[in-house]
T-cell receptor, first 114, second 114 residues
Framework: DTGVSQNPRHKITKRGQNVTFRCDPISEHNRLYWYRQTLGQGPEFLTYFQNEAQLEKSRLLSDRFSAERPKGSFSTLEIQRTEQGDSAMYLC????????????FGQGTRLTVV | AQKITQTQPGMFVQEKEAVTLDCTYDTSDPSYGLFWYKQPSSGEMIFLIYQGSYDQQNATEGRYSLNFQKARKSANLVISASQLGDSAMYFCAMRDRNTGKLIFGQGTTLQVKP
């Protein structure tokens, strides 16, 4: 297993456009998390899935954001009508709740809204 | 509410010397987990070390050790024999027991001088 994979690594989009990011977790991991990290800050929790069920959404996740994890495998995070304030690094992490305590992170998708 | 505080925005250390990165936490939950992650400029979050609240001994992983002082609610990271490749951002994080989500501190930028 090559670890958590995120695509694309970088995305530049014009304000008002929709963007979608993908995360492929470690295959046997049952929980998947999305975080947002702005420059010079620590990551902030956005949402998480247990298998295919989305169990919690942060208040940071406005109605322009939607996330899915069909069949409990990969996950997508979509941002509609992007705003300049959406510019950030979007990180995905996965864990196996019965396994090691640490979450494994992908390399992130850096979004720039111009 | 759970909170992580890292009060050192930036630290310098001479190559081959030891350095301590500070972390204090706040939680009312008697059971919790504390983590340190390293984030190089590439953006990926790399797990370094974990300490469970009920662990009797301080965690160690190679050159990394965690100075866990439960009564003071501190979990400082000690890096021994610093290397140039240790230059990065370091984050302390606490795991929510129910959801597994991580609450991160603001981070400390470490620069290792040759």
């Amino acid at each position: 297993d090559t670890g958590v994979s995120q695509n694309p690594r970088h995305k530049i989009t014009k304000r008002g456009q929709n963007v979608t990011f993908r995360c492929d977790p470690i295959s046997e991991h049952n929980r998947l998390y999305w975080y947002r990290q702005t420059l010079g800050q620590g990551p902030e929790f956005l949402t998480y899935f247990q298998n295919e069920a989305q169990l919690e959404k942060s208040r940071l996740l406005s109605d322009r954001f939607s996330a899915e994890r069909p069949k409990g495998s990969f996950s997508t995070l979509e941002i509609q009508r992007t705003e300049q304030g959406d510019s950030a690094m979007y990180l995905c992490a996965s864990i196996l709740t019965s396994g090691q305590p640490e979450a494994f992170f992908g390399q992130g998708t850096r979004l720039t809204v111009v | 509410a759970q909170k992580i505080t890292q009060t050192q925005p930036g630290m310098f250390v001479q190559e081959k010397e030891a350095v301590t990165l500070d972390c204090t936490y706040d939680t009312s939950d008697p059971s919790y987990g504390l983590f340190w992650y390293k984030q190089p400029s590439s953006g990926e979050m790399i797990f370094l070390i974990y300490q469970g609240s009920y662990d009797q001994q301080n965690a160690t992983e190679g050159r990394y050790s965690l100075n866990f002082q439960k009564a003071r609610k501190s979990a400082n990271l000690v890096i021994s024999a610093s290397q140039l490749g240790d230059s990065a951002m370091y984050f302390c994080a606490m795991r929510d027991r129910n959801t597994g989500k991580l609450i991160f501190g603001q981070g400390t930028t470490l620069q290792v001088k040759p």
